[in-house]
Each structure stands twice: as structure tokens, then as C-alpha cells.
């Protein structure tokens, strides 16, 4: 297999679980350095299971923190400078998706998912272009995740469904402002993957049911569905694709089943 980020500085947020974990898989897989990204204590059993998962040669070093706060962007960058002296990708990924119906939405937890979401990435992306752009030779790639739901509405998604459009509108902005210092910024739009954020939702049959029968490919997405385009826009092949945004779905998203 070729190896499409071999020797590359890879961070990803919010890789303990789900599309973060299979992207740092993938990304191994490719040869990356790996900095990874958690929350803390609760997720540090998932990220040693992930370090054991990853190839025996993978240089890695792990970050903790709230990605809400602005000083776990600057830890993180400041974490792989200091192991590896550069960054060469990130992976913005980091993100909640707790469903609540909307009139009686509280305001805390919609604060909760701007500060997570969309802050989380603004503050992540900031750090990592400027060390992308201070460094020699400058450049690099950016790619966030987003979602199909930057594209559409969801009933009990409403604090949820904007951050996603605002995360695409940042790599929109971001390839305009990044481009001129050689840095590609792209983001990935999955549909409805099988992780820990809507096990609950999936776990009723009904709901698993319709999901599964609006895809025209028959089957919900799993994690490293997603991480394989994510390594295509973090690797050279992408090397002239900024500010595209790939919805990965399975077709849902056109169907009118």
C-alpha cells in the first residue's frame, strides 16, 4: 500500500473514539506522526486503547483538554512542535451531538455545543495555521469535520445542525485566507455513522430501519468510511483541492426515500 502521509505531523481532536479514532488508524496506516487529541481522564482509557491498536512503529504523543478552551489549541500545536517540530495536518474532529427537542432546548447546552463545535475548531484551526505558517517550508493541510447536517435540519438537532454549516463556512473562509501560505483547508461531511454520539438513536429499530433504507448504498456508515477521504485531503493527492467540502453518506442525501 502506498503510504500517502508517510513522516507527516498529523493532529487530530478528538481522536479517543469513533471517526477520530478510525482517522488515527488510517493515518498510521499512512505512515503519519500521530499527536492525539482527548478530553481527559474519562477518555483516557479509549486512548490507550487506541495507542496499543496502532502500528508498533507509529511515533505518537497524546494532548488532554477541553477543546472549548482556546489555551488546549495552543497546548496541542505547542505538543507536537515540541515532539515532532512541526505540524503537517490537522484534523479538526472533536465535537458533541446531544439530541434534545427544541422549544424547551436550554441555553446552557446550547452554548455547550457553539463552544465545542464551532469555537473548539475556530481556536484549533487558528493555532495550527499559524505554526503552518511560521514554519519552513510553510504550508500544510486542514480538514474538518463537518456534517451532512451543515446541509439540512434535523428536528432535535437544532443547536447542532448550524455549528456543522458554520464549521464548512470556516474552511470556505480558511482557503482564502491560508491559501496564499500553502494551506489547503477541506472539510468532510459524513451522514449517519455508527458511533458512540447516536448509538442511543440507532439502538431503536425503527429508527435504525428508516436510516438504513434512505441510503441507496443499503447500509449506515462506519467510522473509517470517513477516514479515508480524510486521508485523501490530508495527503499530497489533494494537493490542489482547498475549500471543497465532501459529503460522505452513502447517497442519503439525495434520496427522497
Known sequence: MTRLLEDKVVIIT???SGIGRAVALAAADHGAKLVLHHLGPSTAGDIET??????????????SGDIADAATATAIVEAAQARFSRVDVLVSNAGICPFHAFLDLPHDLWKRVQDVNLNGAFYVVQAAANAMAAQVPRGGSIVAISSISALMGGAEQAHYTPTKAGVKSLM??????????GIRCNSVLPGTVETAINADDLADPVNREYMTRRIPL?????????AQ?????????????????LLVDGGAAISLQ
Request: net charge negative.
Open 172 to 181: 470556505e473562509s480558511c482557503a482564502i485566507a491560508l491559501g496564499p501560505m
Open 50 to 63: 487506541l495507542v496499543a491498536a496502532l502500528p508498533e512503529s507509529t511515533q505518537h504523543t497524546t494532548v
Open 229 to 245: 477521504p480524510v486521508v485523501f485531503f490530508a495527503s499530497d493527492m489533494a494537493k490542489y483541492c482547498t475549500g471543497a467540502s
Open 218 to 226: 443499503g447500509r449506515l456508515g462506519e467510522p473509517d468510511d470517513i
Open 14 to 16: 478528538g481522536s479517543s
